[in-house]
């Protein structure tokens, strides 16, 4: 039985699912969703998907939303094993994870803060806080930029891994202090239930906006590296990020010449 992916062509997140479906090989059947038909709010529809976004999918009468989870669920169900999404090495995919929601790091940095320490008390690791004053520009500081190019909080540090974006530190977390927790639950399809509620969140124009600002940072985290996240094989983060990107040089974006990275 094929997998069903409700399907925008102009919508960022899509794309990204396509393109991991592809890369997987996986049987689909994919269903437009012309939004300006609100064919996204039929009651049909809305059995699937209550918050009415696309991309949504169903696979074998599991439905779930949200581009990144879709994403993450497939090859963590299909290919547990595949360089696109590391399951063995927990550093390389919360390199992965971070990339995966860079665009989001920029949001929201004093409830990620939050949200990050609550999940490390939650599973009783100890934990050092540092506290960051932002208002006196103490994340602009070269020994804090050394840490986090992107000079947001939270970050974490955990031996010689350096990580930052709140929701890939909380998976960290969870995978390697308490991978058998029903904090981060190990069953496919409640993971992606949890991630839909992390992530499913339908880009603003501000998003948007702060995501062609954060062009040059992306550009300098690539560097001479072949891919997104570093190493010799594609990653879903590689998907992400072109997904968004293409859309922008077809629309908004078009000078990528101080780019070349990217």
């Not at 709010?41 to 169903?58: I, R, Y």
């Not at 930029?145 to 974006?165: C, M, Q, R, Y």
């Not at 570093?230 to 629309?251: C, F, K, P, R, Y």
Request: glycine content about 4%; charged content about 20%; proline content about 6%.
């Amino acid at each position: 039985m094929p997998i069903d992916l409700y399907f925008t062509t102009l919508s960022p997140p899509s794309r990204a699912v396509l393109m991991t479906l592809r890369q997987l090989n996986l049987d689909v059947n994919v269903i437009n969703i012309d939004i300006q038909k609100e064919e996204n709010k039929t009651p049909e529809f809305l059995k699937l998907n209550p918050q009415h976004a696309v991309p949504t999918l169903v696979d074998d009468g599991f439905p779930l939303g949200e581009s990144r989870a879709i994403m993450q669920y497939l090859v963590s169900k299909y290919a547990p094993n595949s360089g696109l999404y590391p399951t063995h090495d927990l550093k390389k995919r919360a390199h992965v994870d971070r990339l995966l929601y860079y665009d989001m790091s920029i949001f929201y940095a004093i409830r990620d803060t939050i949200s990050s320490v609550s999940g490390a008390k939650h599973l009783d690791i100890e934990v050092n806080i540092k506290i960051v004053e932002l208002s006196k520009g103490e994340h602009l500081t070269p020994q804090y930029s050394k840490l986090n190019p992107a000079k947001k909080v939270p970050t974490i540090v955990d031996g010689d891994l350096v990580l930052w974006e709140s929701r890939a530190i909380m998976q960290y977390l969870c995978n390697k202090y308490a991978p058998n927790s029903t904090l981060y639950p190990s069953n496919p399809n409640q993971r992606a239930l949890v991630m839909k509620a992390l992530f499913g969140i339908v880009p603003t124009d501000q998003q948007i906006t702060n995501y062609k600002n954060s062009m040059k940072l992306i550009d300098t985290l690539i560097g001479n590296n072949k891919y997104v996240a570093g190493g010799e094989h594609l990653t879903i983060a590689d998907l992400s990020v072109l997904a968004t990107t293409t859309l922008l040089s077809i629309n908004d974006f078009e000078d990528f010449n101080d780019h070349p990275n990217l």
